[in-house]
């Protein structure tokens, strides 16, 4: 069965999601992971928004996170300020995954997605942070979403929004973060992951009929892509439901944009 | 039919933005990027041609992007300026950003809904552990001598400390962030009573901080209803009325943004705003079309929505429309 480079992308951050995880997630690709994790793979996961939304029913996709399909069938309305403590205090904390994009990301996971050129001289202007600081700062696993391209895996962002392993090693917990970086950046081509000590980004998975040097060409650093393996194809039931089930009306899938 | 005459507080919206907003004040606009954004009050800002406004917002799309197109805004304090899907960056806000033509603060959202709690609890500042080692606490968008000169501005963006209470030898970090105690909030809500009690039904995002830490606050409702008539079910309201300073009732007030329960957002208009505001230039004939050359929202979304109001009208059971094309 014949899939799309975005579909695969999807599959392979939700593949990532067990039943006993908490999913907090963004807009656009992030919210469709999700959305299919628990469409397929995990159905006892529990999505939730930062907006406050919690176990939303989600029968249609939302294109933000403050869309009213968040609140439909919810199992609790929560505030902005709820929504992030669940990400800290003991109890649910360590359930918690977030999934989210960004602009630009260096070798280590940090993440750009408020501007480039000098902060007092902005060339490009994104969003900025949201809650994506907040959540790479507080939860204990974080999958980040990439298209693979040069200009965004860069060796220095214009702008760290939001925290990854920093500069590696333990570099992270002498700033005060007490949580983890991030435990996968899942692009178009493949996986990477961060090595155990140096906290470096490494190639960690290939999609099929990806070659790993075509990886390493589009990042702008260099990347250990020696102990790639290769990821599982879609199957049909996989594709199926994404297709059919958790984004029929291709309001995410067909965008061109990652 | 409710007589206005007989309580101060319910008023027009454009008696309220005369009385509550004046140039130079610092504003706070509740809602989430395609979720009750102020619209209404949004646009009669802009009518009344109020500027050098110090905007304050977490997360907002639609109204922030319209407020600082126009020109009414100087400064921003904000964690995230975007439109779902419409328009991930908000067109406006990125493009005078490049121009130089506002000064922005970046925070996170958690610390920005934390300012606005702070503000609301009375305390000057509140402590957080997100964004340690980044650039949100390396990197300022206004400099010393603005904060030392406009004292409604925090003194510094933030500050990294020990945390005093740590018993490590080497003390864990915490950021305190300031408090914000704007002048004027503005709220779009499903109901309210004549006397400001207000009912926002679904999330209710930071407004209810937002309003608590604010020194007026202007409330605009789909449905407003008499005093007291909220009572019977108090579990469902958030502000006493005590907080509220106008109370305007404005049907589709937050079109086109959505309002849960009410109507959803209205995804054709938002897809053609995004070519409606492509460059300055564009956006001024917008404005002069939809904004200037309307008298009031019903006017408004008379020329904007059309015909497809119907379409975007909410579901009951679901709070959202099925037959809106967000394609």
């Not at chain 1, 390493?216 to 892509?225: L, M, S």
């Not at chain 2, 300031?178 to 909030?185: E, G, H, K, S």
């Amino acid at each position: 069965m014949t899939y799309s480079s975005k579909e695969i992308m999807v599959l392979a951050a939700a593949r990532q999601i067990k039943n006993k995880d908490i999913v907090f997630c963004g807009t656009g690709i992030s919210m469709l992971a999700a959305v299919a994790a628990k469409h397929i793979y995990a159905p006892d996961c529990m999505i939730f928004f930062e907006t406050g939304a919690i176990d939303s029913k989600l029968e249609k996709l939302p294109l933000a996170v403050s869309d009213s399909r968040v609140m439909y069938g919810a199992q609790v309305f929560c505030s902005l300020i709820d929504s992030f403590c669940f990400m800290q205090n003991r109890k649910t904390g360590s359930n918690i995954v977030g999934i989210i994009g960004a602009a630009q990301i260096d070798p280590f996971g940090n993440l750009n997605s408020t501007m480039i050129g000098n902060y007092q001289d902005t060339k490009a202007r994104f969003p900025g942070s949201g809650g994506a600081c907040d959540v790479a700062s507080f939860v204990d696993t974080n999958i980040i979403f990439m298209k693979l391209e040069k200009r965004k895996f860069v060796k220095i962002l214009d702008y760290m929004t939001s925290p990854g392993w920093l500069t590696g090693f333990d570099s992270r917990q002498k700033q005060g973060l007490m949580t983890r970086g991030p435990s996968a950046v899942v692009t178009d081509m493949g996986i990477m992951g961060f090595e155990k000590e140096s906290k470096h980004m490494v190639l960690k998975e290939v999609y099929p009929g990806i070659d790993p040097e075509t990886i390493q060409e589009n990042v702008g650093f260099k990347i250990d892509i020696s102990k790639a393996t290769q990821t599982l194809p879609p199957n049909s039931r996989e594709l199926k439901i994404l297709r059919e089930k958790t984004d029929p009306e291709r309001l995410i899938l067909t965008k061109g944009d990652i | 039919m409710i007589s206005i005459e007989t309580n101060q507080k319910a008023m027009c919206l454009e008696q309220a933005v005369q009385t509550y907003v004046k140039p130079g004040d610092h504003l706070s606009i509740g809602g989430f990027t395609v979720s009750r954004n102020p619209m209404a009050a949004v646009h009669e800002i802009i009518r009344q041609r109020i500027t050098n406004l110090h905007l304050y917002a977490h997360s907002n799309g639609q109204g922030l992007d319209e407020l600082v197109g126009s020109g009414a805004v100087s400064k921003i304090e904000i964690a995230y300026s975007g439109n779902g899907r419409f328009a991930p960056t908000c067109i406006c806000f990125k493009r005078q950003i490049i121009e130089n033509k506002i000064l922005v603060e970046d925070y996170t959202n958690f610390q920005m809904a934390l300012r606005f709690l702070a503000g609301s609890m009375g305390v000057p500042y509140l402590p957080t552990t997100t964004s340690l080692g980044t650039d949100i606490i390396n990197k300022w968008g206004f400099d010393n001598k603005l904060r030392e000169n406009d004292t409604k501005i925090a003194a510094k963006k933030l500050i990294v400390m020990d945390n005093p209470f740590s018993r490590n030898k080497i003390p864990d970090k915490i950021v305190l962030v300031p408090a914000i105690n704007p002048d004027v909030t503005l709220i779009h809500t499903q109901k309210a009573d004549t006397k400001g009690t207000t009912r926002i039904q679904g999330l209710t995002f930071s407004d209810v901080e937002q309003a608590k830490a604010s020194k007026t606050v202007i409330v605009t409702c789909d449905e407003l209803v008499e005093a007291g008539s909220l009572n019977t079910n108090p579990g469902a309201n958030q502000l006493p009325s005590f907080c509220v300073d106008a109370v305007v009732h404005v049907p589709f007030g937050a079109y086109p943004t959505a309002c849960f329960g009410c109507y959803d957002y209205d995804a054709p208009f938002l897809d053609s705003y995004r070519d409606m505001a492509a460059t300055q230039e564009q956006f001024q004939q917008y404005l002069n079309d939809y904004i200037l050359g309307t008298k009031d929202h019903s006017q408004f979304i008379q020329k904007a929505c059309g015909e497809r109001l119907e379409a975007i009208k909410a579901n009951p059971e679901t709070g959202y429309s099925d037959q809106i094309k967000r394609k």
